[in-house]
């Protein structure tokens, strides 16, 4: 059924559009049909409610996000290269996905619908994985002692996390100061030298 499948990726990208847009109370399901360009039907045959699309999309990419740390982790290479490689995940990541991290981000920034679900199933997967890759990284000599290796993988969440998806606010910032020092390779140096033994 090669139609009803791509009816649903047209639905997928144009409600990201339209709750990027319109935030999840404002958005409509009449909206996401026209920009789709299909019928209200066709999105009920794939979601039972604006609630379910709404949640499919946040679990589908923080899903992915998840997964592709977990590769990278289970990589059998050298200790920097994988640190290098979660710091590019989260640069494409956001490169890539600008709209629906945005959406992500406001539903976790006040109290919203998914915040205890989301942070369940996937943000605790994710300091989880980062904790164990620093805490790994100590046990080897590669990281500096950090303490708690819970805290250590928030911090380093946190600063990725804010650096690559504030591109405006990092922009402004680099007006105030010489040219350069917020730069993604000056940013991927002072990681380096905030986490690893040089």
């Known amino acids: 059924m090669p139609q009803p499948m791509n009816s649903k990726k047209k639905i997928t990208r144009a409600a990201i559009d339209v709750f990027f847009d319109k935030g999840f109370d404002a958005a409509s399901m009449r909206e996401i049909a026209e920009k789709a360009g299909v019928t209200k039907p066709m999105i009920y045959y794939h979601f039972k409610n604006k609630q ?10 923080l899903n992915e996000f998840c997964e592709r740390l977990e590769n990278i ?6 200790y920097q290269t994988i640190f290098s490689a979660v710091i590019d995940l ?20 006040g109290n919203g619908r998914f915040v205890g679900l989301l942070t369940k199933k996937y943000f605790s997967r ?6 164990s890759l620093l805490h790994e990284g100590m046990r080897q000599g590669k990281v500096k002692p950090l303490g708690d290796s819970h805290l250590a993988g928030l911090s380093f969440s946190a600063i990725l996390l804010f650096y690559f998806s504030q591109g405006t606010v990092i922009q402004q910032l680099s007006h105030t100061v010489s040219p350069g020092t917020f730069s993604g390779k000056a940013f991927r ?10």
């Open 73 to 78: 982790l289970a990589r059998d290479d050298q």
């Open 90 to 109: 989260y640069e494409t990541t956001f490169s890539k996905g600008a709209k629906i991290y945005h959406i992500i981000q406001r539903e976790i920034s």
């Open 126 to 131: 994710i300091v989880f994985q980062l904790s």
């Open 52 to 61: 379910t699309l709404y949640q499919e999309l946040l679990e589908e990419h």
């Open 189 to 198: 140096a002072h990681i380096a030298k905030l986490f690893l033994h040089q």
